[in-house]
């Protein structure tokens, strides 16, 4: 409003106007909250007569900072991590460096990736945009008429766990990369421990959003082992009664209180030190949880 930005720390109670001074003050502007990663907020908008352009928070939107490159920016979203990577895919429909069009992040915003080309405008995209929750490389955008345009990436063939997307939203260009091979090959036979005898993980467990009746939460698994691992699971067990609406990053089941999870075909393969998220919407009869406790195993 009028160019701040108010953050709440007591869901809601209260709310309190960043210090930061360089937000727009006029035009249309849309932020989001980064799935999985506490505190992590993006913000895009302006207008061509004023400032213009993309910030990110790291607290919550206690403290903020301009992403460089972006002379406008209209709408931001997030999407399943690339390979390898632990923080989701960053997609927005803006200016960068002077060039309009639809932009991609895999590195938390290091560098950018137009994903469209000058014959794929569809109007007006600035409206909304997301990224697949659990395929990476499939991003959907709301256009001004011309309905939802689901693209899929160039650079790397997504692996969808339940359906291709419908002819109508597909890119006519047929991918050039292969799809990755490596698939889970077996389910766990035991209970997920941290340190088994498959080598060493650490799950940590972090909740981002919380409403009446249900909250956001995530799980990292990170490769603590000192050698590669081909895939993970994690597993952890609710005590309030919880039941998982959604969960994107893995294959999940839930049987009671207790969640089980296992990598995707793309985000299986973990370098020493290399990290996997998994992000969930849960449901609750009472108050969301403090502290859940996830133990993981490699593979």
Not at 237 to 246: C, K
Not at 256 to 272: D, F, H, I, K, Q
Not at 276 to 296: E, W
Request: with cysteine.
């Amino acid at each position: 409003a009028a160019g701040k930005f108010y953050y709440s720390t007591d869901g809601g109670a209260s709310f309190t106007a960043a210090s930061y001074s360089g937000f727009p003050a006029t035009g249309n502007v849309r932020f989001g909250a980064v799935p999985g990663k506490a505190g992590h907020v993006w913000l895009a908008g302006g207008a061509d007569d004023g400032t213009y352009g993309m910030w990110r928070s790291t607290d919550g939107g206690a403290t903020w900072s301009a992403v460089a490159g972006f002379d406008a920016a209209d709408t931001v979203g997030f999407g399943a991590p690339a390979p390898g990577q632990s923080y989701p895919a960053i997609y927005a429909s803006a200016s960068y460096d002077g060039e309009r069009g639809i932009w991609r992040s895999v590195d938390q915003g290091g560098s950018w990736t137009r994903i469209n080309d000058d014959e794929h405008q569809w109007g007006w995209t600035g409206s909304a945009i997301t990224g697949d929750p659990n395929v990476f490389g499939r991003v959907y955008i709301g256009t001004n008429g011309r309905g939802v345009i689901v693209g899929e990436s160039s650079d790397y063939v997504p692996t969808d766990p339940t359906t291709s997307p419908d002819d109508t939203g597909s890119p006519t260009d047929e991918p050039t990369t292969e799809e990755p091979t490596e698939e889970p090959t077996e389910e766990p036979t035991e209970e997920p421990t941290t340190g088994g005898p498959s080598g060493s993980c650490t799950a940590t467990w972090a909740s981002s959003n919380a409403w009446p009746g249900g909250y956001q939460g995530g799980v990292v698994v990170t490769n603590d082992s000192g050698s590669a691992a081909s895939g993970w699971s994690v597993t952890w067990t609710f005590t309030g009664g919880e039941q998982v609406g959604s969960l994107w990053g893995g294959q999940w089941s839930q049987s009671g209180a207790v969640v089980t999870v296992t990598n995707e075909s793309w985000n299986g393969s973990l370098a020493p030190g290399a990290s996997a998220t998994v992000g969930y919407t849960a449901t609750m009869p009472g108050t969301a949880p403090s502290r859940v406790t996830p133990t993981c195993t490699l593979r």
